[in-house]
């Protein structure tokens, strides 16, 4: 790798590390472009060099964070084979993703706080809906046994998971990822028991 090319890696390091240190502390509106380069010590010009705005600054770490997410769902389900139960592949599935989420944790807790950027919660949903959805239609044998249309089923499983994980942040990460996990799991044993 050129010096150059690593240079510039780093640079747009910083300047997403300062951003987010600054939406710690303040609301996504009312950040400038100012406040990112005295916090990063660059000048404006670099900052417009790696980036449109803030908007588009925002736009690069979401995106990279639900491809690091999504890479992971990718990578669980393409070590099953068809064969395996339902139940396992959602259990591993599960712990995978808590873990995962617990990785990106400060980044998840800005942005699903009040001073990310509005509507964060609903894009995360639709990457994570979207992930699901691909890798479950790799899945005929599941299709076949689906009794409800896959959207309400993508829409059931996507709030429930994303629920617990705001009421995980909420409750300051009190837990572990396979507490979570075996919570999550303890959740859809008790709905498919049917015991109200």
Known sequence: ????????????????????????????ESITIGDITKIAQINRGTFYLHFIDKFDLLDQIEQQL????GNHIDELQSRYSFTHAFEKEQEHLANTLFSVIELHSPILQI??????????????????????????????????KLKVPLEYFLS?????????????????????????????IDIISFIKRDKW
């Open 1 to 28: 790798m050129s010096i150059y090319i690593e240079k510039n890696r780093k640079t747009k390091e910083l300047i997403q590390k300062s951003f987010l240190q600054i939406l710690e502390n303040k609301r996504f």
């Open 66 to 69: 639900f491809t690091e997410i």
């Open 111 to 144: 942005f699903l706080s009040d001073h990310g950027r509005a509507g964060f919660h609903i894009r995360f949903r639709d990457a994570f809906s979207e992930k699901v959805r691909i890798n479950l239609e790799k899945n005929e044998g599941f299709n076949a």
């Open 156 to 184: 059931f499983i996507t709030s429930a998971f994303l629920g617990l994980i705001e009421q995980w942040f909420q409750n300051g990460l009190d837990k572990t990822s396979q507490e979570m996990t075996s919570l999550y």
